[in-house]
């Protein structure tokens, strides 16, 4: 793991840290790093790239940046990352830099139309997961996601690449349809999100062109601008000397170098150079506080955005030591924010790293959340004075002493790890630090570079860097509902609230303490398993066996080194909301989640909180219709801490009146503000359904939750008998290491009470309605759309497998009609179901938000389009392209532990269920055309049910 000295010394030049002036406090403090660390380095140096990266420029100006690496899932990813973003647009341009972006789908020289996707969709991939492109302020980065590495894929990749660079045909009919694609873009993020997130967007980037520049633009230039203004943009701004050109792959650099070669070499270079440090702040002037208060917004806080402009790059050493100086810094108020709320006298949070608004300016976010009876001024002033304590007196030694030991081993973790990166991480990392100017550097060599860093690290310096936050430039944000309460906060408070706390006076040292926590990891004394069967392993690879334990719990392990991720693990037990009367919906999730804000063993909630971060773990219950159980992952080393703390919770679960008043009113408060969209899905389920009102909760519901002792009751009937349990767990590891821990610790649970039977048929089926039915309901300018196809079915698998592919094509068909052809919607989806219990039955659900004015002559194009797909069926060829794209997202999926995990509980531990997961391939090869189109009728060739949810003033 370590690097010799000199070529250390040789690639960091470690300097002066790029801040004008000392911190002018009492004690000496500084920003500068020591001389002692420095030597006679450079301020700017710029840190070096990966050893196993290899980087070049053509002669036309093109940066070509190439990893060639084989990652676990065999993956090919490439970017072309274009300095062409919003804010290079002039003002009649709001919105053509995104329109580009666009219209590089819409045709180029080599691939008409939409032909590019015909050639990548023979390759297994997809619009949206695998090919996308991301418009933002200061770029525009096209992505392809390959999932299976070939030469054909490498090139195919250049090539598309090269296309979408270079040649963008801007046919004008395609132009002018795909306006008002992006319009139905910027209409589907409308609602309560864009009203929160808006003022917000446009607070931070106060003080720069970015606050102008949101990527959608303007709705009227994106409606009238010539399609000539978007192809001048284009050819203004893609120019080879403006672009980066990033693969990653089992490839031979060589070989590579003659594709790009090939595709790229021939374009000339331009003579519009895009300035690197886009979107420089200048002064802070004008307004720095927003209040944001809206009747469907239910959570209160302020954001407290704290700015500062960069005088080195961020790939430099000068600002990687200051880089350093801030996140320990940000790691230890986090550590103290903690303790705040541990302890009940406060809510505050802190980002864990900075964020990278430009390349040269950089935000650190801190929220203050009101407490029930709080005002906001008042969680403001308590953040505030936490900096002003923090500027005062500084971290203690312990304090600093553990976050430098907690970076230092996120850092060797990183560095340990990082042969086992996916590419897919890689391309997106590299891809943002070309555009940010932020380091792409070794995890090996960062680990080096910032333990030499730590080493000069005092006090003072974490001093001296809270007070360069206090003393940035700091924009306040108050959000939440829209009561009585948020009529009485103003600017002027808000500002007062905040130079009152950060300019307290009376402040004393920090002297809340994290009590070590005592998680018991004396494994119990109990045989692993008194029973073991080997089983075929549906990976094809690896082991899989169902173990016995003495109490009667079955636990099934799958163990595969050729995975991802760490050891999954999925408690499941039949019964779910429907085994609860009344109210299931609400009082079972209360029930599952009350133990671990109320205690489990000896540990009280803030105990289990911390455990659990420092082993890495996580320990979730879920709630679904039918079942319920709970959900965990965790790595070799924090197994026994993991498996200690599932015992407690499964063992000893603790309740108690006040978090449960806490849930009461923390859900009465979303139900009173629940957005529009919420509710209409809500509406949606009571009135789709036979038996709908089971599928859904509300306010009126909270009173089932009874008091703490009717929910101890009820958790002991849902998770009280270790016998009706099963453990699914999917792991990298040796499953005989696993089952030596888990044995014994799941083993020694003992029975708590009886438990519920298993699930209830509620009689919970597809209602046969239909028409249309509107809900006049929604606070944006957009009508959202769920159209229902319902269907009598008999549950097999080769007829879900039917299904399956059926919705491949379904949706392409939708996306040609209401996408291409109408420019109607932005997103079309139909989610197809065929469910198997409680009883089996189909359910098609197609999903589209459009214009009001719209929306029917969509509806009927969509059932026009289903209509025609189930008369004429699949063809041969989209047949044949449905079931490739199955088969790579099921490559995608299967290398995930997490998937296994859950898959074989979807099973129930039937070993023919298991053995069907295990021929895949067999099942996609072995579907027919001829079946799959007698299904397609049958189930899409009726009537759907309609349901709109439309704004306000256009509805009854």
């Known amino acids: 793991m370590k690097i010799k000295n000199h070529l250390?010394?040789?690639?960091?030049?470690?300097?002066?840290?790029?801040?004008?002036?000392?911190?002018?406090?009492?004690?000496?403090?500084?920003?500068?790093?020591?001389?002692?660390?420095?030597g006679e380095a450079q301020a700017n140096q710029t840190l070096p790239l990966p050893a196993d990266m290899v980087r070049y420029e053509l002669p036309n100006g093109l940066t070509v940046m190439l990893q060639p690496r084989k990652d676990p899932t065999n993956s090919l990813e490439a970017r072309l990352a274009v300095r062409a973003g919003s804010v290079h647009e002039a003002e009649n341009e709001r919105g053509l830099a995104h329109f580009v972006e666009h219209m590089a789908f819409n045709g180029t020289k080599d691939f008409p139309g939409q032909t590019v996707f015909k050639r990548l969709e023979k390759l297994g991939i997809m619009l949206g997961a695998d090919v996308n492109a991301v418009t933002s302020l200061g770029s525009t980065v096209y992505k392809l996601s390959i999932p299976r590495y070939s030469d054909e894929a490498l090139e195919a990749a250049v090539h598309t690449m090269s296309e979408w660079a270079f040649h963008i045909t801007f046919d004008e009919a395609a132009f002018n349809r795909e306006r008002e694609i992006i319009v139905e873009e910027w209409r589907l993020r409308q609602g309560i999100g864009s009203r929160i997130n808006n003022p917000l967007q446009s607070l931070r980037y106060r003080g720069s062109i970015s606050e102008f520049r949101d990527p959608i633009g303007l709705i009227e230039v994106v409606r009238t601008a010539p399609v000539e203004r978007a192809k001048a943009f284009y050819e203004r701004w893609y120019e080879p000397q403006n672009m980066t050109l990033y693969l990653a792959g089992d490839f031979d650099v060589d070989e590579l170098k003659k594709i790009i070669e090939k595709y790229f070499a021939s374009e000339p270079r331009g003579t519009h150079t895009t300035p690197v440090d886009w979107g420089r702040f200048k002064v802070a002037d004008g307004k720095t506080v927003e209040r944001i208060f809206d009747s469907e917004q239910s959570d209160r806080f302020v954001q407290v955005m704290m700015q500062e402009t960069l005088e080195a790059p961020s790939d430099t050493v000068n600002t990687q030591w200051r880089d350093t100086l801030e996140r320990l810094t940000l790691d230890i108020l986090d550590t103290r924010f903690a303790l705040i709320k541990e302890n009940e006298v406060g809510n505050l949070q802190i980002a864990d790293s900075s964020w990278i608004l430009s390349p040269s300016q950089t935000q650190v976010l801190m929220i203050a959340r009101p407490k029930s009876n709080e005002t906001y001024e008042k969680a403001l002033e308590d953040a505030g004075r936490e900096l002003?304590?923090?500027?005062?007196?500084?971290?203690?030694a312990e304090e600093l002493a553990r976050a430098k030991e907690k970076r230092l081993a996120l850092l060797q973790n990183q560095a340990v790890n990082q042969a086992r990166y996916p590419n897919i991480t890689l391309a997106d990392q590299t891809a943002d630090a070309v555009i940010y100017r932020l380091p792409v550097i070794d995890k090996v060599t960062e680990y080096e570079m910032v333990k030499t860093f730590l080493e000069a690290v005092t006090p003072d310096h974490i001093r001296a860097a809270a007070q360069m936050m206090r003393d940035s430039t700091v924009k306040l944000a108050a959000v939440g509902p829209n009561d009585k309460a948020s009529k009485k906060v103003t600017e002027k408070s808000l500002k007062a609230a905040w130079a009152k706390g950060v300019n307290a006076k009376n402040v004393k040292p920090f002297?809340?303490?994290?009590?070590?926590?005592?998680?018991?990891?004396?494994?119990?004394?109990?045989?692993a398993y008194v029973e073991k069967t080997e089983l075929e392993s549906p990976t094809g690879d690896g082991d899989f066996y169902r173990y016995k334990l003495v109490n009667g719990m079955t636990v099934f392990i799958l163990s595969d080194d050729n995975l991802s991720g760490n050891t999954s693990f999925n408690l499941r037990v039949a019964g779910g909301t429907s085994a609860v009367e009344p109210s299931g919906m609400t009082r079972v999730p209360a029930a599952l989640t009350l133990p671990m804000r109320c205690g489990i063993g000896d540990l009280k909630p803030v105990d289990i909180r911390r455990a659990a971060q420092k082993a890495k773990t996580s320990i979730m219950s879920y709630a679904e219709l039918l079942h319920h159980g709970i959900r965990s992952e965790t790595s070799l080393e924090s197994l026994p801490t993991m498996l200690s703390l599932l015992r407690d919770r499964l063992e000893e679960p603790h309740f108690c009146d006040e978090a449960l008043a806490d849930i009461k009113t923390s859900s009465a408060n979303q139900f009173r503000h629940s957005p529009a969209e919420r509710k209409f899905m809500d509406a949606i389920s009571e009135d789709a359904f036979v038996n709908g009102r089971e599928l859904v909760s509300g306010e009126k519901d909270i009173a089932a939750l009874g008091n703490a002792k009717e929910m101890k009751a009820l958790e002991g009937r849902l998770l009280g008998d270790p016998a009706k349990m099963t453990?699914?767990?999917a792991t990298r590891e040796k499953a005989e290491t696993i089952i030596k821990e888990v044995g014994p610790w799941m083993g020694s649970l003992t029975k708590r009470g009886e438990v519920v039977d298993g699930w209830v048929d509620e009689g919970v089926r597809p209602a046969d309605n239909k028409g249309v039915k509107s809900f006049n309901w929604a606070t944006a300018p957009k009508t959202m759309v769920q159209m229902h196809y319902r269907a009598p079915a008999e549950w097999s698998q080769e007829m879900a497998d039917e299904v399956t592919a059926i919705g491949l094509v379904t949706n392409l068909a939708l996306r040609e009609k209401l996408r291409t052809e109408m420019s109607g919607v932005y997103v079309v989806s139909m989610n197809q179901l065929l469910a198997k219990d409680p009883a089996p039955y189909f359910l098609g659900r197609l999903n589209f938000t459009s214009a009001p004015e719209r929306a029917d002559v969509l509806i009927e194009k969509a059932k026009e389009a289903i209509k025609e797909l189930a008369e004429e069926g699949l063809t041969v060829q989209n047949f044949k392209q449905a079931k490739a794209m199955w088969r790579v997202n099921e490559e995608r999926m299967r290398k995930e532990t997490y998937w296994w995990a859950d898959a074989i509980a979807q099973t129930a531990g039937n070993e023919k269920e298991i053995e069907v997961l295990a021929d895949i391939d067999d099942r996609i090869a072995d579907l027919e055309l001829g079946k799959t189109n007698k299904l397609l009728k049958e189930l899409l060739s009726g009537e759907p049910m309609v349901y709109k949810l439309v704004p306000k003033q256009s509805g009854k």
């Open 511 to 527: 002297d809340l303490v994290s009590k070590p926590v005592n998680v018991n990891l004396t494994k119990p004394d109990v045989k």
């Open 8 to 38: 250390f010394a040789a690639a960091f030049a470690l300097a002066v840290m790029g801040l004008s002036g000392t911190p002018a406090v009492t004690a000496p403090m500084s920003l500068l790093l020591p001389e002692a660390v420095a």
């Open 727 to 729: 453990l699914y767990i």
């Open 388 to 396: 002003a304590r923090m500027i005062e007196f500084g971290p203690t």
